[in-house]
């Protein structure tokens, strides 16, 4: 009864949290709206080989991994709010240089600046979650802030191939600036308990030198990062080759529902997941989310119908998306506090 008692008295989400969340989704969103069309824009527009668009969409991913660890050592130093009111900054402008009529080499360009914008945003609202969920919910709060992930990962491949069918891509870069727009205002009212931290008198950094890689790893995430790296590769060869094999499979209407059946099996699930995770341990969740996980391999393998790519986007939900709030939520409790943006800088590298 306590516990329970205990629980009720710390709610999730409070005004922070939730625009928090809402910043979270507003980038995930405006990262997948473009994701799976910048590819066949970029051959479209430029008459780009298939490896020259690839690169197109892989450099915002190489933009992401040096905003993280450009990020990391800096959240401690200007706070996290700070850092995301700058990197949104960041992250307008970047979406209007793709409005610029340039060559493909800019459009390169564009898209590397603007994975490292992302980075440094999504760097910031991940830190922002792990201070101001409650601490007896730490669990189940990041349960719930990884659904703005899913519901970007969703809405944003829909959206996006939807449009492009109907309407010019510059319709989807205009909905990106505003988008970009409408989170920075609202980033505004987000209030966080963060002490900025001195590097010469906190952290014991006095004797160490200037670079140190403990500045951006915190050793103790390192086995689950690992874990999660392996997972995601699974995600990732889904989210690049599902067009594809869906083509090949005559399933291009069933394949855009996929993830529509992948973030509806999250929404349902992540809750429940989160508080078990916080009654007993994430052992509970992880396993199951591991069968789960090979299952939508299976049902995508078998897949020469629509019901089993959507069932096969439903097991990913159930598995991958739980699998990936077990494991944030693992390496926040191993880690210590002042390792936590260390921690939050190592998970999303993976």
Not at 7 to 32: D, E, Q, R, W
Not at 184 to 208: A, G, Y
Not at 267 to 274: K, S
Not at 314 to 327: D, E, R, V
């Amino acid at each position: 009864m306590t516990n329970q008692g205990s629980l009720n008295k710390s709610p999730i989400f409070t005004k922070s949290f939730t625009i928090n969340f809402l910043v979270n989704f507003i980038v995930y969103l405006c990262m997948y709206l473009l994701l799976v069309v910048i590819a066949g824009y970029s051959k479209q527009a430029f008459d780009a080989s298939d490896s020259l668009a690839g690169l197109v969409v892989g450099l915002f991913i190489v933009g992401s991994l040096i905003g993280r660890f450009a990020t990391g050592k800096f959240v401690n130093q200007i706070g996290p709010k700070r850092l995301l009111f700058i990197g949104l900054i960041a992250l307008i402008i970047t979406q209007l240089l793709y409005f610029i009529d340039g060559s493909l080499a800019f459009l390169i360009f564009v898209r590397l600046i603007n994975g490292i914008a992302t980075a440094v945003v999504t760097t910031a609202t991940g830190t922002i979650a792990a201070y101001v969920t409650p601490v007896n919910r730490k669990s189940e709060g990041i349960s719930l802030f990884s659904l703005s992930l899913v519901l970007g990962t969703a809405i944003g491949p829909f959206l996006g191939m939807l449009l492009i069918t109907k309407y010019a891509i510059d319709l989807l870069f205009i909905i990106c600036v505003i988008l970009g727009i409408l989170g920075l205002i609202i980033s505004l009212f987000i209030k966080v308990d963060f002490e900025v931290t001195n590097n010469k008198t906190e952290t014991n950094v006095i004797d160490k030198p200037s670079f140190s890689i403990h500045q951006f790893i915190a050793k103790e995430a390192i086995p689950v990062a690992v874990i999660m790296l392996l997972i995601g590769v699974t995600y990732a060869s889904i989210l690049t080759y599902l067009q594809a094999f869906a083509l090949e499979r005559h399933l291009v209407t069933a394949a855009s529902y996929f993830f529509i059946c992948y973030a509806i099996a999250s929404l349902i699930t992540r809750p429940i997941a989160g508080r078990l995770m916080d009654d007993k341990n994430e052992n509970i969740i992880v396993y199951p989310a591991f069968i789960m996980l090979f299952l939508s391999f299976v049902c995508l393998i078998s897949s020469y119908q629509s019901w089993l790519i959507l069932l096969a986007g439903a097991c990913l939900g159930l598995g991958y998306g739980n699998l990936s709030s077990a494991m944030q939520s693992i390496a926040i409790k191993v880690s210590p506090r002042l390792n936590m943006v260390s921690r939050h800088l190592l998970f999303t590298l993976v």
